[in-house]
């Protein structure tokens, strides 16, 4: 139903926890998954660590996903400044669209509270007027979340997903990038449709062609 899957992801790690489950299952498909990051953050970085240590980690995550390293495209809009960005941002989406034609486009909720979050669920939603879009789950920054969607997933894509979240290392101690969280997450989704792991999306736009 759909081949070319763009992932948009705020920041390096959003797509990682909000959908690494299913990109891993959707590269095991033989889908193309393209991941698109709008910061490294590096504003983020704890002090003592290289400023760009972000973007080896999203390398190194993406990798562990599966997804080719040029289907990587990375950006460096300043974090928590998004909406100041929103035209360029809007004109760079475009453009990405335009190149890789995908066929659904995942980005973060529309109830996603964090300013950049937002931002970029607003401009994809302008960007891709002709394509199917669902939001992903990122619990920490959602005012609510509407579970309509779901991917079913086998053992081994919450085990990459977990592996590919551990590749940040710079962010550790963040509550939502545990082993035990994610896996907890995954049972939850799981349980709403009776299996034992799932990723809950809500469709924000479903195009049937
Ligand atoms: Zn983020």
Known sequence: MFRRVLILAPHTD??????GGSISKWVDEGREVYYV???????SVPEGMPKDILKKEVQEATKVLGIPPNNLILFEYPVREFPSYRQQILEDMIRL?????PELVLLPSIADT??????ISQEGFRAFKKTSIIGYEMPYNNLSFTTNLFVILEEKHVARKIEACKCYKSQFGRIYATESFIRSLARVRGTQIGVE???AFEVIRWVIR
């Open 97 to 101: 669209g335009n190149e890789i034609k």
């Open 197 to 199: 792991y799932a990723e």
């Open 14 to 19: 959003d797509g990682e926890f909000g959908c």
């Open 114 to 119: 964090h300013q950049d979050h937002q931002t």
């Open 37 to 43: 990051a709008f910061s490294s953050a590096e504003r």
